[in-house]
């Protein structure tokens, strides 16, 4: 197996009548023969039985934790929690949305079936008079949904929380969703992070 690939697992019966897992490549498909029809199989291969979807990671190990959910069931799918904080406050004076922090990401695997919810949460200030903080959940490099405008207030430095939710159904495929914030009438946004803060991002996906 190689790092940063995704595999589909397979279920045979071997000569020995024996149940045996394989990875590949290969894509699915709804087998329509008579006895098997609607089983998931292995592409132009009906001996083959669908039953997850992996990706190894740097170390080709297989990694299913909050920050990386990849690795998922065909069958029998339930929903797995995932979430990434800030590895501390961060910051921007950047005027247009960029990527805040990216110990704040999560990655994940998804069959594109089933909707997941995903969300950015923080507490933000700037340290100028009634200048906003933009909070924004970006997945694959695109922004989701409008992004949060968290207002400033009449006294500097005053946080104010904002959560940006969003449901979808990614494709099937690895995905990654990261935060993205701006500071756009000026100053510098500070957007609190550490383990109690847990500003950052999250989300439910199913496998």
Request: hydrophobic letters at 45%; glycine letters at 12%.
């Amino acid at each position: 197996m190689t790092s940063a690939t995704n595999y589909y697992v397979y279920a045979y019966v071997s000569a020995v009548s024996v149940v045996t897992l394989e990875t590949s490549t290969t894509g699915h498909a709804t087998d329509s023969t008579a006895g098997n029809v609607g089983t998931e199989i292995k592409a132009a291969d009906a001996s083959r039985t669908l039953v997850g979807l992996v990706r190894p990671n740097a170390a080709v190990n297989f990694v299913n934790s909050v920050t990386q959910r990849l690795v998922l069931n065909w069958f029998n799918r339930r929903p797995l929690s995932m979430f990434a904080v800030f590895g501390g406050n961060a910051t921007t004076a950047s005027g247009s949305l960029v990527e805040l922090d990216t110990d704040a990401r999560i990655e994940f695997l998804a069959w594109g079936l089933d909707a997941a919810l995903l969300w950015v949460h923080s507490r933000a200030y700037t340290g100028l008079l009634t200048a906003r903080a933009w909070l924004n959940l970006n997945l694959d490099g695109t922004s989701l949904g409008e992004f949060r405008s968290l207002t400033g207030t009449a006294v500097v430095n005053t946080e104010q929380t904002g959560v940006h939710p969003y449901a979808t159904i990614p494709s099937e495929a690895n995905h990654t969703a990261y935060v993205y914030g701006a500071a756009p009438d000026g100053g510098t946004a500070t957007f609190i992070g550490g383990a109690a803060a847990k500003g950052g991002v999250g989300g439910i996906i199913y496998g």
